[in-house]
């Protein structure tokens, strides 16, 4: 009977299993693209570091020094060590561990020649013997035959390093005894007979210690030593340690919070009550890079959590509205059961076991659709833009299968609220509410949609007022930018407005139909009525339309503001491409050096009042290959103007106005009147200048004005003010914590542009940045191999272009616009979907009342039309709807997220932006639901005859 109830009704059934399945997987996505990306910023931050550093990131080396030479201490030290190390490090499948290299050495012994006559037995020698596991094959030969693994002829063979050799006055296969009251055994005879270096010194091998200081060192083989020195133990172990080298390319969370507990307790859990008998040192060189993962793990997580609220929403009213449609179609067959003596648990639960077999199904599969969705959400560069990131590495976990757990209980419970509401109805409470269709729906009654503003436009006011305390106390929002309220009170403002729309659209069609009622066609006539009278069973579908819609236009309108605006702050303070400088020859003294301590001071020439430079080549970087534009730049920090009775410091920038226009990168709409305006009007005049409007403000300047400019040491110059500015590249006119005025408030950053030439040539010649514009798809390495190849010395390069890649990596915006897109994507599909379903199902419950119309003579064609309008009027309201809702929300709540910024340092100003390309792809998906709806309407009219239709009126 189950089996047969979801046959007849395939079609909700379907789509349900859809919803379930959208479900699960959206959810069971967030922990796998969590972990995803955090592994792919871990392996990112680990590569960094081991290029800055030198020191593999994988690596995990602790050496313990031996504080006693009691031999019961020794040994259980030795046991311990081995113990922990092979179930803690080497055998930890956390770690990955690709080399595990033990050390061993004793305390220093004196050494005397064997045979005196061939060696100097006047040499003092102090050695101590060693072992390192796998040594021979990280070395290179450099004279003799690697040692015996057993003892030859009753000596040891060993290695020696080339200083160690000298350091001992060794001769190489000449044999010596061990003479020391120390050691237990004196019939211990050593042979060097291998002279060895490190063969390739970026080996990881060597990252704890290579062969450097071992210049009284004698290697012996690890097995050898083992048997024969720690077994027995004839001469006291001095150190013991070992490194183990992980592949840092498949570390996750868990390894960085396993590798951070290594590197603090690592000596006390391994030597427990020992730990005092040893000195120890422990290295773990990728600690560093990994320190900050657990609190980003935390922030991740809710902000993943904040940016799916809307897409939950969205699925739960889709949950809804397929139910209660699946619950309406059978809500005569519920009826009748309750009337014949079912109880509601027997209905409930029939339906609960239906449910539930399409939730098992789903989560089945949702989890691995969930792991297709990470793939998705990790390829997004920007919004709806992809990009092939191969190293996303996205595997299914626990975490992923208990929130697809989650996702199943909640969708189960979700679907069965309908059923529960519906069946405890009987057939006579079904007939009175038919007779009570005009009443009015229960959320017009309690004014939801007024309840659901209020609620939305109070929470802009309270974030608004967040917004402005951080400003006044100079703090940043970003903790606040992953409050699930910011992402979910814009779904409340588009659901709360969406049904005030809908409870006066009636009104809007009687307006409509008015305007038209002694013109309209018959057909047409009919269409207006019957929406303006039965406009209840659309309420759902519009609602819904307005809902996926408005979410889509605000998630795109969010997501494209955030990436632009945050583009935008690195492009404006970086100011071009590329800005590099060189390295200027010049006559100032080195940097002094620390006095000796003696009884007479070194006395050291007094530095130069000016210090002269030598311009290096221009020619050299502006003919780079790549390069479109070279500009130069000179800055000065710490410079100074007077005008009037008033002073004060500012950044003076000089620059030639034709290269620097073509070379520097401006927003529109920064400045009054064009950024290129300004650059011609002071082109004419080699002492105009730029004044930025926080100077202007300060010294109370106009154009016209003339100014003292210059800087410490240098006498100033005379420039006049041809321009007033509100910003300029690379100069950020906000407050920022220093200095302060009179009044206690934070000092404005002040701005003076002025001519290269004239800076140089009545001020002094300093080095100056070169401001690159590279052509479309310039190779940047191929400009740095150039740069390398010309010999050009650097002392600054800032790579605009890189920074803002570097930022699209950022996991916060990744998931952003992995979030958004994906929501877009499921807000177009699901919307998709619901339209699909109710029209479907609209259309098979209108059946009859089709057939009465063709046999009342209304022809195919004046149908097709009925239902046209009919759809416009519906589908077309709710997606224009939808549209205005969505700009709407976005024009509200979108400044808000300046929150994920510096509210009072963002440059240019925050500005919410909108792109009419997602507009059309709405429109164009709404077009093909309008096309598709009217398809299968054609179709099953076209199969519907009049005598099925009195037969359908008769039954």
Known sequence: MLLRKMARNYWLVICLFGGMLLCIALTSSMPIYKNAVLHHMLVLDLERSYEQTGEHPGMVAAQFTMQTDNAKVQASVLKRFDAYWSSHIAGN??????????????????????????????VKRSAKLAMRSGIEAHVRLIDGKLPSAAKANGVYEVMVTDSALGQLGMLLGQEYDIKDPKVKDQAIRVKPVAVIAEKDLNDPFWGMQDLKNDQNTLFLPERLFER??????????????????????????????????????????????????????????????????????????????????PLFILIAFYFFMVTSMLVERQQSEIAVLRSRGASRKHLVLMYAVEFGLLALA????????????????????????????????????????????????????????????????????????????????????????????????????????????????????????????????????????????????????????????????????????????????????????????????YNANTARTLNVNMEDQIR?????????????????????????????????APPPDIIHYMEPPFELIESLPGVDTAAKVFTKEEGEAWLGTKSGKVKLVGIDTDAFGNAAWMKDGLTPYPFYDYLNVIASDTHAVLLSKTAADYYGAKVGDTLDVGWEGIRPTRLVVYGIVPYFPAFN???????????????????????????????????????LKLKPGANRQALLGEMEKRQIKLEKFEDTIGSIAESRMDPFRMAIN????????????????????????????????????????????????MMTLEQLL??????????????????????????????????????????????????????????AGLVILTWLMKRMNIHQAVKLGED
């Open 733 to 771: 006119p906000n407050p920022v914590a220093g200095p302060k005025e009179g009044d206690g408030k934070p000092r404005n950053p002040m701005l003076i542009v002025g001519h290269l030439d004239t800076i140089q040539n009545e001020l002094g010649m300093e080095p100056y940045d070169v401001w």
């Open 874 to 931: 519906t589908t077309g309201a709710g997606f224009f709807i939808g549209i205005a809702t969505g700009f709407a929300a976005g024009q509200i709540y979108v400044p808000l997220f300046q929150l994920s910024f510096d509210p009072g340092r963002i440059v240019p100003p925050f500005q919410v932006i909108s792109d009419h390309a997602d507009v059309f792809r709405l429109g164009i998906s709404t077009c093909l639901m309008l096309a």
């Open 362 to 553: 789903a989560f089945a599969i949702g989890p691995w659709l969930g792991v297709a969705f990470t793939r998705v959400l990790g390829a997004t560069s920007t919004f709806l833009n992809f990009v092939d990131r191969g190293s996303m590495k996205a595997d299914m976990d626990a975490e992923s299968w208990k929130y697809a757990a989650g996702a199943v209980i909640a969708a189960w419970v979700l679907n069965l609220i309908p059923v529960f509401v519906a069946t405890k109805h009987s057939i006579v409470d079904q007939k009175r509410a038919k007779a009570r269709d005009g009443k009015r729906p229960v959320w017009q009654l309690f004014a939801v949609d007024l309840v659901l503003i209020a609620i939305a436009l109070y929470g802009h006011y309270v974030f608004r007022q967040r917004m402005t305390d951080l400003v006044k106390l100079g703090l940043d929002g970003k903790s606040l930018s992953a409050d699930p309220l910011l992402y979910t009170i814009p779904t409340l403002f588009i659901l709360g407005f969406g049904l005030l729309m809908i409870r006066l659209y009636p009104l809007f069609v009687a307006v409509v139909y008015r305007m038209g009622r002694r013109l309209w066609a018959p057909q047409y006539y009919t269409t207006l009525l019957l929406v303006i009278r039965r406009n209840r069973i659309y309420h759902g579908l519009m609602l819904f339309l307005i809902l996926t819609v408005g979410t889509g236009i």
């Open 228 to 309: 024969d020195f720690i077994a027995k133990r004839p001469i006291i172990i001095g150190k013991l340690g070992g490194t183990a080298i992980g592949d840092y390319s498949r570390f996750d969370l868990d390894t960085a919070a396993y590798a951070l507990q290594l590197k603090t307790n690592l000596a006390p859990d391994m030597m427990g009550a020992y730990n005092y008998s040893v000195s120890s040192s422990v290295s773990v060189p990728g600690s560093e890079a990994m320190t900050a993962y657990g609190e980003r793990e935390k922030t991740l997580r809710a902000l993943l959590w904040s940016l799916n609220v």
């Open 93 to 122: 499948p956390l770690l990955h561990v690709t080399q595990d290299q033990k050390l061993v050495e004793t305390v220093r012994f004196g050494l005397a020649p064997a045979d005196p006559t061939r060696v100097d037995p006047n």
């Open 572 to 604: 404006y303070a970086g100011g071009s491409d590329i800005v590099l400088r060189q390295h200027w020859e010049n006559d100032a003294p080195p940097a002094a050096s620390p006095v000796p301590q003696a009884t007479q001071p070194v006395q050291s």
């Open 818 to 865: 992995g979030v958004m897109t994906l929501g877009f994507i499921i807000s177009l599909a699901v919307s998709f979907l619901g339209f699909m379903l109710f029209w479907l199902l609209l259309l098979q419950g209108r059946m009859l009342q089709f057939g009465i119309y063709r046999a009342m003579g209304i022809s195919f064609k004046q149908l097709l039309g």
